[in-house]
């Protein structure tokens, strides 16, 4: 399955799924990437971390860590 990270600038994603366990997942549902929301991928920095989003209407800006937990289709 894909994730956050491998997408491309420009792409727009679903989530499929939030891996992870404890705190990381936690934060990362609250900051509202729950199963089924969609994901604009924005910019990906040119070392690649971070990865701008648009996520439920505001600008987010993750980790390249969490963005791998996070699975899209």
Known sequence: MATL?????GDTVRVA???GA?????RIMDMGITKGVEIFVRK?????DPIEVTVRGYE???????AEIIEVE
Do not use: F, H, I, Q
């Open 5 to 9: 990270k491998t997408a491309n600038p």
């Open 17 to 19: 799924k939030v891996s």
């Open 22 to 26: 404890g705190a990381v997942k936690r």
């Open 44 to 48: 990906v920095a040119p070392l690649g």
């Open 60 to 66: 987010l800006s993750l980790r390249r860590g969490d």
